[in-house]
């Protein structure tokens, strides 16, 4: 089974940092793409920066130039480094990662969701 279990959420002042890490495991094939998601309180989620499986990185307008995406193909590893964090991100950041795994039918191109975690940054 794959699983996606992520780390490094926490409480951080405004201006300050975290890193964020998610980790992939199963039977996997390939992963396409890897994505980090956000959700606050009221709000929908939103999707805040993406990674090919080449390095394309995109981001929301409201995080560009304070994070970066990331990944290491060999770890099956995706990291939001979040700098200049401000009072506007604290949210539920979720993992995301669409890949390939191996089925009875053969590869089958699927989504999967990390569990979660908490980013909350004070003023």
């Known amino acids: 089974q794959v699983q996606l279990v992520e780390f490094g959420g926490g409480l951080v002042q405004a201006g300050g940092s975290l890193r964020l890490s998610c980790a992939a495991s199963?039977?996997?094939?390939?992963?396409?793409?890897m994505n980090w998601y956000r959700q606050a309180p009221g709000k929908q989620r939103e999707l805040v920066a993406d990674?090919?499986?080449?390095?394309?990185?995109n981001y929301a307008d409201s995080v560009k130039g304070r994070f970066t995406i990331s990944r290491d193909n060999a770890k099956n590893t995706a990291y939001l480094q979040m700098n200049s964090l401000k009072p506007e991100d604290t949210a539920v950041y979720y993992c995301?990662?669409?890949?390939?795994?191996?089925?009875?039918?053969?590869?089958?191109?699927?989504?999967?969701w990390g569990q979660g975690t908490q980013v909350t940054v004070s003023s």
């Open positions: 995301n990662a669409v890949l390939e795994i191996e089925t009875l039918l053969g590869r089958s191109v699927r989504s999967y």
């Open positions: 990674i090919t499986s080449g390095g394309t990185t």
């Open positions: 199963g039977s996997i094939s390939r992963i396409d793409a």
